[in-house]
């Protein structure tokens, strides 16, 4: 389910040219993140998230899947959510991902999931972690990890 609302929201032409937008401000004359500046664009879209996607959780009893876009209008969403939609920005504009499923130790199910992006794009030769539900930089990770695993979007 994830994975299909990823790809499916990379390809809406609202969401690419907002993620576009994101990245392509100007700083006098130049762009204010340089081309092929791939940790700066993706430090940028992170930080919009932050900024405008609040963490809330789902309805009780309740497992509930939002678009990226319909993430973006409410403005909340849960873990799943919120990689969902950083997923669906960061493939729009040509980053490879995957997700990262967590079950924190003392958990009996696996009870987070979060985004991890490839850079440099065309042949990634490291893996950034990225969790917009909590206020830590890119490339931070849940501590508390009893096991993960990671999967192609």
Request: hydrophobic share 40%.
């Given at each position: 389910?994830l ?6 929201g990379a390809?809406?032409?609202m ?8 990245i392509?401000?100007k700083c006098r004359q ?23 996607v609040?963490?809330?959780r ?7 899947y939002?678009t ?12 799943d ?21 967590i079950r ?10 979060y985004v991890l ?19 830590r930089?890119?490339?931070?990770q ?5 096991a993960?695993r990671?999967?192609p979007?």
């Amino acid at each position: 389910v994830l994975r299909k609302l990823a790809r499916e929201g990379a390809h809406d032409p609202m969401l690419r040219a907002m993620t576009a937008r994101l990245i392509s401000a100007k700083c006098r004359q130049n762009w204010c993140i340089a081309e092929r500046d791939y940790a700066g664009e993706v430090k940028a879209v992170f930080g919009a998230i932050r900024r405008h996607v609040r963490y809330v959780r789902d309805t009780e009893g309740a497992d509930l899947y939002q678009t990226p876009m319909r993430t973006l209008q409410i403005g909340a969403g849960d873990c799943d959510d919120h990689s969902s939609l950083l997923a669906a920005m960061l493939i729009s504009i040509g980053y490879p991902v995957r997700y990262r499923v967590i079950r924190s130790r003392g958990a009996h199910d696996w009870n987070h999931i979060y985004v991890l992006v490839g850079l440099p794009p065309g042949e990634p030769d490291r893996w950034i972690p990225l969790d917009t539900t909590v206020a830590r930089p890119p490339g931070w990770q849940a501590p508390d990890v009893a096991a993960r695993r990671d999967f192609p979007v």
